[in-house]
Nanobody, 122 residues
Framework: VQLQASGGGLVQTGESLTISCAAS????????MAWFRQAPGKEREFVAA????????YYSDTVKFRFVISREYPENTVYLLMNLLKPEDTAVYYC????????????????WGQGTEVTVSS
């Protein structure tokens, strides 16, 4: 199983950035996909999730209306479009795959990627 996250980088406040996660070794069409993030000195937190159909989207309160999660077949890739970035969005972003009962809970995801770092300068 491999979840390869990419696209992170350094951006300015207010700019946009899209990160992606390419999945292999899982049944992508049967997996919820999610993004979590961990800022320095903080616990990992939920960012966004999408169900197997791509029709149900879940967002944390801190990113809804700014971030958009999507998934693409047959590329088996999940994307996170991040708009109006703020310095507090600075973190390592991890993608996850699984069959969660509660899509916002990290414990429901069986597979994790290595993370991609996003830094937002003020």
């Amino acid at each position: 199983v491999q979840l390869q996250a990419s696209g992170g980088g350094l951006v300015q406040t207010g700019e946009s950035l899209t990160i992606s996660c390419a999945a292999s070794g899982i049944t992508f069409s049967r997996s919820y996909m999610a993004w979590f993030r961990q800022a320095p000195g903080k616990e990992r937190e939920f960012v966004a999730a999408v169900d197997v159909s791509g029709g149900l989207l879940y967002y944390s309160d801190t990113v809804k209306f700014r971030f958009v999660i999507s998934r693409e077949y047959p590329e088996n890739t999940v994307y996170l479009l991040m708009n109006l970035l703020k310095p507090e969005d600075t973190a390592v972003y991890y993608c996850a795959a699984g069959s969660p009962v509660f899509p916002r809970s990290a414990s429901g995801y069986q597979y994790w990627g290595q993370g991609t770092e996003v830094t937002v300068s003020s």
